[in-house]
């Protein structure tokens, strides 16, 4: 199957190729009819420079080092990437060597050999001569990068087993086709100005460097302003599109314009015999330099001009991972021209490789954000420190201006877990408004984390969140845990949604109007008083947005009171207890017109029934049981947009959420609101009474035993709202708004912490997406769905497959053997603990006769006290043995798991190592078989007219 998906990938991208070379070879077809003395010279220097041994030389130099860029640093296998970034920070160094080395010859050797003067005889003119040696050092270049492109290619698409990103890959040598087309232009002036190939080679890299280099112009000049504008005049702004997949018109139009000015360049240059020496010689030479520096001044204008309104912009990844998602587009289009946006992003130079693809997507959507403002007139202005070190004047500034200072992260390394500390945060300012993310996490969609800061520095003020003031204490404050008060901190939810709105607590002690917030959030509001609940309920029919967590039997705050259990009064540590008032929840249900099947309960509360399945795509999982409700967009028997509804924009496009120990909801058969089921059970899923759950958690009884019949398809969160498509009655729920969801537990503090650490649990990985569910929730509710589309845009990254299936094997044989180990750690322990338990019962058999014969008298006290010291004595060694034999069996285990550990990780690293050498070395060798063919025939061709006698 993986040699299948190499084939394809392969197939696709020589299918690009081959479109491409047929778009050149038109090109190159009008040269021959409209141009034969030009094409003519083309074809004579393309053959001469492949009919030499040195070409194929060059060649295998060329691409031995583009090989090394690629896959040699440390960066590449520890993004685990299959991205061109290390060659693409390094390339503009190789062509410094290798372009001067294709145009040292292409007028020096002509005046070395004498022929320069043949050539200016042909019947042709200066263009034509100059745009034939062009084309012939541009066919050599092209055909030297399909070399590199092709063995970079394929190990490329063994290492992501063919899933890598065609689109990136072909881009990405196109600008690298573009650089050299510029850069070639560029050393044919050195070419023309000497007779010397040496000098011509040395001049070719000079006259690039300035280009090639301009990147580094901040370490250089003491001017921001200076250094802003030499860097982006150099070749690595127009180049990065084409890095990151994207085409555009402005990047093509900078390297067309800088070669078109550099072969006007070589015009002058060829055409100044028949001016040179005579009485206007001086004027005009002047003459020519003001026109050289008109078009150079031409370009710049015309660069400038394009980069800021680009006509043409695509991505041509395959993972659209340079695209932004529609409603990030509009938002930026809405801007206020009059409120530039400034982000100022810090990137540390080291970044551990779970972060490593947040850093890329962080970069990518900070260009695209300014491309995409330039482009609609409005300004964002992107200051990217990449790369910076920790103790760096950068770093001090992140820290002093912005509070972005390094965070340490805990990472696996060579078998052991090590402290590591990074920089990846961002702040944004427009104003008075600013807004800083200190670590932008990754398990947190980046494109979300950029837009919603925008937006908010951008409007200057936010909708309004009311968090009803329940037993649930999301705002954090005191509660009664059996008989002691209970410190309950701020759920972390709040912070999350604070950076999107205004939240404030709502304590009902009045009636809510209509307007004054756009939504509201109720946690368990059956623990409310009556009156509260009466409020709150009134408050959902007159049409104030709501989402409202109802759960019959809450896990993760044990203090918050069940749907159909009694609320105990505050009586403290003195008592005074007894049933406190609580809302009557069917109250809300019938508003909301929905059915909660269960079964009426003591002081005339209701007892929902809680929902079983029968899937766990975690294997490893154990604690999880049918009570832990999977919602799986992939568990078996599941249709596509099935478990998370694919009919409401909350959970269009999310694949799994996790529900613990939930209830059911469904809509009233005569419902006149409209009714969506937005998470839905698998085909193995049921119903079970609230007491038979309690009899199950006690031990009474188990959920197999239980367990009767199958329901499939229970729904355990619904969307309510009222139907426009209804003929219009003006009912008391026309206004109604709400999403309920059966379970409180969905929003637990730690499924915010696995969203920003998935891998925290190497053995799961889990892939719950409850925040986000949470997070489209509220923005439904508040009618702000362009945040859903924002966190729904995924773009997707190639990784390299094989390399993780390497890591992976040697995780499982890690687990396997550290499960070993603790068995014999166990069976050890156990096997001491008998022999210690046996030797001590000896003495105690024997102390127990000795009281016996006390009672009658036939032992003294004092041997019996004697004894008892002794038993004492035996007792205290035993232990202390034991203690000494089960920390030896611990730090042995621990070893032994170490070592397993460093072995895998040696492997992983070897067959990296492997990867490198054969990516680095294979590629060499096909053009140097070809070389010493075309030498060996060269010489074989050079001795056929020479006699025997003269060959001795």
């Known amino acids: 199957m993986a040699l299948n998906n190499v084939s394809m990938a392969l197939i696709s991208l020589l299918t690009k190729d081959a479109v491409f070379l047929l778009i050149l070879l038109m090109v190159v077809s009008a040269l021959a009819r409209t141009k034969q003395a030009a094409f003519a010279v083309m074809k004579r220097n393309f053959i001469g420079y492949f009919s030499n041994p040195t070409g194929y030389v060059f060649l295998c130099i060329f691409v031995f080092l583009t090989s090394v860029a690629a896959f040699w640093p440390y960066e590449f296998f520890n993004s685990n990437l299959a991205t061109l970034d290390q060659l693409n920070y390094w390339f503009p160094v190789i062509m410094l060597v290798f372009i001067p080395a294709i145009t040292m010859s292409i007028w020096a050797e002509e005046k070395r050999q004498g022929t320069d003067e043949l050539l200016l005889t042909l019947p042709a003119d200066d263009f034509d001569i100059v745009i034939g040696k062009y084309m012939s050092a541009a066919a050599i270049f092209t055909a030297s990068l399909l070399f590199s492109q092709l063995s970079t290619f394929t190990t490329l698409a063994i290492l992501t087993e063919g899933s890598l990103d065609t689109g990136l890959i072909f881009t990405t040598y196109l600008g690298y086709w573009f650089v050299g087309l510029a850069m070639i232009a560029i050393g044919m002036i050195a070419s023309f100005l000497t007779g010397n190939l040496t000098v011509g080679f040395i001049l070719g890299a000079l006259f690039n460097a300035p280009l090639a280099f301009a990147s580094l112009a901040d370490s250089v000049s003491p001017s921001q302003r200076v250094a802003e504008w030499v860097r982006d005049s150099g070749i690595a702004r127009p180049f990065d599109d084409f890095g990151r997949g994207v085409i555009s018109s402005s990047s093509i139009i900078y390297f067309i314009l800088v070669a078109a000015v550099a072969l006007y360049v070589c015009m002058v240059l060829i055409g100044r015999r028949h001016w040179t020496g005579g009485k206007d010689g001086n004027s005009m030479a002047w003459h020519y330099v003001a026109r050289a520096l008109a078009l150079v001044l031409f370009t710049v204008g015309a660069v400038m001009l394009f980069r800021s309104k680009d006509v043409v912009r695509a991505d041509m990844t395959e993972g659209k991972v340079s695209s932004l998602a529609d409603a990030t587009k509009t938002l930026i289009r809405e801007l206020d021209d009059d409120r530039p946006i400034v982000i100022d992003a810090f990137i540390s130079k ?107 520095v951008a409007r200057g003020s936010r909708k309004r969140l009311g968090i009803v003031a329940t037993d649930a204490r999301l705002m954090g404050g005191t509660v009664m845990n059996g008989m002691s008060m209970q410190r309950v901190e701020k759920h972390p939810l709040i912070d999350e949604l604070a950076k999107q709105y205004d939240v404030e607590e709502v304590d009902l002690s009045g ?31 007159a049409g104030v947005p709501t989402a409202i967590f109802e759960d019959p039997r809450p896990i993760g705050a044990q203090y918050v009171t069940a749907t159909g259990d009694a609320k105990q009064a505050q009586g403290g540590m003195f008592g005074g207890g007894g049933a406190s008032p609580k809302g009557d929840i069917r109250q809300l249900w019938d508003v909301l017109e929905l059915n909660v099947p269960g079964q009426p309960g003591m002081q005339g509360l209701f007892s929902p029934e809680l929902v079983w399945q029968q899937h766990n795509p975690y294997p490893n999982l154990e604690t999880a049981n049918e009570l832990w409700l999977f919602i799986d967009e992939q568990a078996r028997g599941v249709q596509p947009g099935e478990a998370l509804s694919d009919d409401s924009p909350i959970t269009s496009g999310l694949r799994q959420v996790l529900a613990i120990l939930g209830g059911a909801v469904y809509a009233k058969k005569d419902a006149t609101l409209k009714h969506t089921a937005l998470l839905s059970t698998g085909p193995l899923s049921g119903t079970l009474p609230s007491q038979v759950v309690g009899q199950v958690m006690t031990g009474q009884t188990t959920l197999a035993q239980e367990i009767q019949g199958v329901n499939p398809s229970v729904p355990i969160a619904m969307a309510i709202e009222a139907d426009k498509s209804a003929e219009g009655s003006e009912s008391e729920t026309a206004g109604v708004k709400a999403v309920y ?181 294979l590629p060499c060798i096909p053009p140097l078989i070809v070389g010493i063919m075309v030498f060996a025939s060269r010489r074989l061709r050079e001795r056929e007219n020479i006699s025997k006698s003269r060959l001795k």
């Open 350 to 456: 080291e970044v551990p490789e779970l972060y490593a693809k947040t850093r890329y997507e962080l970069v990518n959507l900070l260009k695209e954000f300014r491309s995409e403002a330039a482009k609609n007139g409005r300004t964002i202005q992107v200051n990217l420190y990449d790369g910076i070190d920790l103790f760096s004047e950068d770093a001090a500034l992140a820290a002093d201006r912005f509070g972005i200072e390094p965070v340490t992260r805990m990472f696996r390394e060579k078998g052991a877990y090590t402290q590591k500390q990074l920089i990846l945060g961002a702040a944004f300012r427009s104003g008075l408004e600013k807004v800083t993310v200190p670590i932008f996490e990754y398990g947190i969609p980046v494109e979300y984390e950029l837009v919603r800061s925008i937006n908010t």
């Open 511 to 541: 009636p809510i109007t209509p307007g004054v917030y756009d939504a509201l959030v109720a946690v368990q509001p059956s623990s409310l008083a009556p009156q509260q609940f009466d409020r709150l309920t009134a408050a959902i029919q």
């Open 741 to 921: 969801i059966a379970d409180m537990d969905i929003i637990l503090p730690e499924f915010l912490l696995i969203r920003a650490d998935p891998d925290q649990i190497s053995d799961m990985r889990f892939q719950f997406q409850n925040v986000t569910f949470a997070l489209n929730v509220i923005d439904w509710l508040t009618g702000d769905t362009s945040f859903i589309d924002v966190r729904n845009h995924e773009p997707i990254y190639a990784s390299l497959r094989m390399i993780d299936s390497v890591k992976e094997e040697a995780a499982s044989l890690v687990r396997k053997r550290s499960r070993e180990f603790q068995t014999q750690y166990d069976e050890t322990i156990r096997e001491a603990q008998e022999k210690s338990d046996q030797e001590v019962q000896a003495l105690r058999e024997e102390i127990e006769e000795l009281q016996k014969d006390r009672e009658t008298g036939s032992v003294s006290p004092g041997e019996l006290r004697e004894k008892l010291t002794a038993f004492q004595i035996k007792q205290a060694n035993q232990q202390r043995i034991l203690e000494v034999q089960q920390a030896k069996l611990q730090n042995e285990r621990e070893q032994k798991i170490q070592d397993v550990r460093r072995e895998a990780e040696q492997e992983v690293t070897a067959i990296q190592n492997q990867v490198k050498t054969a990516a680095v070395v």
